[in-house]
DNA sequence: AACTGTCCCTGCAAGC
DNA sequence: TGCTTGCAGGGACAGT
């Protein structure tokens, strides 16, 4: 599922984009534009340059000499792949976006959870409203130890609610959350509120360090959503997974307790009931 | 502030 | 074996 990393892979993989033009976009299935409509991302991306690919959280934007930005979230299922414009595209491949050099951007999403939307720069405000309300990116911002403290004092919701609240950390999903809280020691279902200072430094070093290994490893890639990179290539940061779809399993960091699975805000979550608390 | 519920859709698993 | 049914799955947001 497309968290930080993944989104962070493909960001990467897309820069081999910028500087190029795009020539023609066709949109096969209206949903994945569902906030504008397919005329407007086509007539947004047609015979503009891309200038740059951002990435907030999970949120990908993509820059050109146009008026327009084109966002694109993943959701659980998306894909965004660069191939030759001649090949045959996959199922479930909503948008293209052919390029001056024969390649292609391709939307792929078997879901259609995910979504492409073109806007004006001045309308992003009322069209892609959680962009401004994202919290700092571990990545592009770092998440100090203080704010944390400040976001967490006397609240009581738990751990894993508070790092997949965009608008407390951007990037963080339900992989990942578990997995942050087990590097930190630190029990998904804590209230915030009680975790003190020295937890908070953990976790705050857990968020970076779990995030930049996952990068490094090119996300991670899980059996059924099928998450890859932009060539096709899938991550491996699955193999190095501690918590997340280990339910019952020995725990891989004190080797004594057994992975728990419980639901918070309707989510699994993983964690060792031994070396966190 | 802190929750719960809903929606989006497909593929797979379980059940008949 | 082949069909039908149920539901998991992540994130945003509306509602309480």
């Given amino acids: 599922m497309p968290e930080l990393p993944e989104v962070e892979t493909v960001r990467r ?25 397919a005329q407007t991302l086509i007539d947004g991306v047609t015979g503009v340059e891309i200038t740059a690919v951002q990435r907030r959280g999970k949120y990908l934007v993509i820059h050109t000499t146009g008026d327009q930005r084109v966002m694109i979230h993943l959701r659980m299922s998306g ?6 414009a001649d090949s045959a595209p996959p199922a479930h491949t909503h948008v293209r976006m052919t390029l001056d050099d024969r390649r292609e951007i391709r939307f792929v999403d078997p879901r259609t959870f995910g979504e492409v939307v073109a806007y004006r720069v001045r309308d992003e405000p009322e069209v892609v409203p959680e962009l401004i309300r994202l919290g700092p990116d571990p990545l592009v911002d770092g998440i100090a130890t203080k704010y944390v403290v400040a976001a967490f004092a006397g609240r009581r919701r ?15 999903g339900n992989i990942y959350g578990d997995e942050i809280c087990h590097a930190a020691r630190i029990s998904p279902l804590r209230p915030v509120g009680s975790v003190n200072r020295r937890g908070v430094v953990r976790l705050t070093d857990a968020i970076h360090r779990v995030l930049a290994d996952a990068v490094a490893a090119g996300g991670s890639t899980l059996g059924d959503a099928q998450y890859v990179g ?13 918590v997340y779809g280990r339910t019952g399993l020995r725990c891989r960091t004190c080797g004594r307790g057994l992975i728990r699975r419980t639901v918070v805000s309707q989510r699994s979550t993983h964690h060792c009931p031994v070396c966190q608390r």
Avoid at 79 to 84: E, G
Avoid at 158 to 172: E, N, P, T, Y
């Fill in 13 to 37: 993989g897309l820069n081999t984009v910028v500087g190029r033009r795009i020539v023609s976009a066709t949109v096969g299935r209206d949903r994945v534009v569902r906030r504008t409509s």
């Fill in 79 to 84: 894909q965004v792949l660069i191939t030759a």
């Fill in 158 to 172: 738990r751990l894993k609610d508070a790092l997949l609240d965009q608008s407390v950390i951007a990037g963080i």
């Fill in 230 to 242: 932009v060539d096709g290539a899938a991550g491996t940061f699955q193999n190095h997974h501690r």
